[in-house]
Structures are given as C-alpha cells and as structure tokens.
Nanobody, 123 residues
C-alpha cells in the first residue's frame, strides 16, 4: 500500500504562519511531481503549489511570495511553508504525489492523495 499522511494544519490568525508536511510511505519505486492542492466548501479542488523531482516549482498566483514548497527526496516528504496567511486561504489542503510502485512497464505512474488537513485562517 501507498499512503500519504499530512500534518501541520490548524487554526491561525490572519498574518500568521503554518507549515504543512506530507510523508509518503509504502512500497514505492519512484516519485515524480509532488504538490499541494486545496478545496474550500462549494469550490473545486485547485492547485496551490507543485515541485518536480529536480526542484522546479510552480505556484498559483494568489500564494506567490507567501508560500514555499519543498521536498526531501531521501525522506519522500513534501512541505508547504505558508506565511502571511489570509482568510481566503482557509480550505482543506491535500497532498498529492505522482508515484510509480514498480519498475515495470505494467506499473505506470499514478496519482495518490492524502486524506486532507484543515487550515483555518481567522480575521
């Protein structure tokens, strides 16, 4: 089994900071892109930030200069440092990873998701 477990969510006042962490465990051959998504009630799940194997990053415009995504390839973890949080950042945040479980042509990379962690920013 492959499991993605998020931690670090919680309640914080506007202007505060949180650091989300996602640990990938299980039988894994390789991990390609990793990222963080979020979903607020009534909204679609949208990309917040992604990081490739070589460290290339991508952010949604609304979090640029406030959030930083990073990964540790040795530990199979990806973090999201969130600074200067705003009420509009309130959402459930989900970890995502593109994973190959085996070095076989019959085992392509697939998307895996964490269970989500709630981030609430009060005004």
């Amino acid at each position: 089994q492959v499991q993605l477990v998020e931690s670090g969510g919680g309640l914080v006042q506007a202007g505060g900071s949180l650091r989300l962490s996602c640990a990938v465990s299980g039988s894994i051959f390789s991990i390609n892109d990793m990222g963080w998504y979020r979903q607020a009630p009534g909204n679609q799940r949208t990309l917040v930030a992604r990081v490739s194997t070589d460290g290339t990053t991508k952010y949604v415009d609304s979090v640029k200069d406030r959030f930083t995504i990073s990964r540790d390839n040795a530990k199979n973890t990806v973090d999201l440092q969130m600074d200067s949080l705003k009420p509009e950042d309130t959402a459930v945040y989900y970890c995502n990873a593109e994973i190959r479980r085996h070095d076989l042509s019959s085992s392509p990379a697939r998307q895996y998701w964490g269970q989500g962690t709630q981030v609430t920013v009060s005004s």
